[in-house]
């Protein structure tokens, strides 16, 4: 079988790269092919000749309530409209019959449900990922380098020991959304009673609790990878 990987090279998503390393080292290079969206059209029409011959996809990238995002500064130009959606409600079709895992803001609600109707075989979605929790950004404490590289740190963590562990016993996606929550409590807990009264490191547990609490599967609960 064939996994895709999809990656926006946008500024605030570099810190994947990392996660999408560790992911190739247990996939295998021979089957887990990635693409890099860059500020180049080239590689987002790559992107999409890639999904259509992938049965499962991993997109890290931007996104909205029903579509994702390319590179922040590419369009793609389809039946004569320049779109700057990778995927959404005029190709969304692209993923019928895709075990998908999608790591973009809002991916959980209408793209999801977009997804399935379109016939999507599995979806598993994220709500609004904020790296800096809402309650202090709205409450003008401002954002916090130290917040946001921990958040980002915690959501590579997690992510990889849960995919590591579906892979290790052959699991489903359900499993997959399981496991991330199990080890995504385990983490707040760690960062919680290692605080010490330092409040960017809860900051970091809110994060990490607020991601896990949003994820959702959508469609068939069956196994995540076909080897």
Not at 18 to 40: M, N, R
Not at 107 to 120: D, H, Q
Not at 143 to 163: C, G, N, P, R, W
Not at 170 to 182: E, M, P, S
């Amino acid at each position: 079988m064939k996994i895709a990987c999809i990656f926006s090279d946008d500024e605030d998503l570099k810190f994947l790269a990392t996660l999408v390393s560790k992911l190739e080292a247990i996939l295998g290079k021979d089957q887990f092919k990635v693409i890099k969206l860059i500020k180049d059209v080239k590689t987002h029409y790559d992107a999409q000749n890639l999904i259509k011959e992938s049965e499962s996809i991993i997109f890290l990238c931007h996104g909205g309530s029903d579509y994702i995002l390319g590179h922040n500064e590419i369009g793609l130009l389809e039946q004569g409209s320049y779109y700057q959606k990778l995927i959404g409600e005029h190709n969304i079709t692209i993923l019928k019959s895709k075990k998908v895992i999608c790591v973009a803001c809002e991916s959980k609600t209408k793209l999801a449900k977009l997804a399935i109707e379109g016939g999507c075989y599995l979806f598993v979605g994220f709500g609004d990922i904020q790296f800096e929790d809402k309650y202090h950004l709205e409450n003008g404490e401002g954002t916090s380098l130290k917040v946001e590289d921990l958040s980002q740190q915690a959501l590579i963590e997690v992510f990889y020991k849960s995919l590591e562990l579906v892979l290790k016993v052959k699991g489903t996606a359900q499993n997959f959304v399981d496991y991330f929550k199990l080890i995504a409590n385990k983490k707040c807990d760690s960062l919680v009673l290692d605080a010490k009264g330092d409040g960017e490191i809860i900051r970091v547990a809110n994060f990490l609790w607020n991601l896990k609490n949003e994820m959702e599967l959508y469609g068939n609960n069956d196994k995540l990878f076909d080897f």
